[in-house]
């Protein structure tokens, strides 16, 4: 995968973390209280080593080609 790819690929992932978190619609409900946050927060622990994997290794610049 590119680089501009997997930089799409990681604002995707993100965005569809953000939106599960916010949306009404959960796997635990969170009237059961802190066991209802816990969906939410595995979603964004595993949306965030899923990014992590995807921008690891990557150059912070693209290299000239030569």
Same mark, same amino acid.
């Given at each position: 995968?590119?680089?501009?790819?997997?930089?799409?690929? %990681?604002?995707? &992932? $993100? *965005?569809?973390?953000? =939106?599960?978190?916010?949306?009404?619609?959960?796997?635990?409900?969170?009237?059961?209280?802190?066991?209802?946050?816990?969906?939410?927060? %595995?979603?964004? &622990? $595993? *949306?965030?080593?899923? =990014?992590?994997?995807?921008?690891?290794?990557?150059?912070?610049?693209?290299?000239?080609?030569?």
């Amino acid at each position: 995968m590119n680089r501009n790819r997997r930089t799409i690929a %990681a604002v995707l &992932v $993100g *965005a569809a973390a953000l =939106i599960y978190g916010v949306s009404p619609i959960d796997i635990i409900p969170e009237f059961l209280g802190p066991l209802g946050l816990t969906d939410d927060l %595995a979603g964004f &622990v $595993g *949306a965030g080593f899923a =990014i992590w994997r995807l921008l690891k290794g990557r150059d912070p610049k693209p290299r000239p080609e030569v």
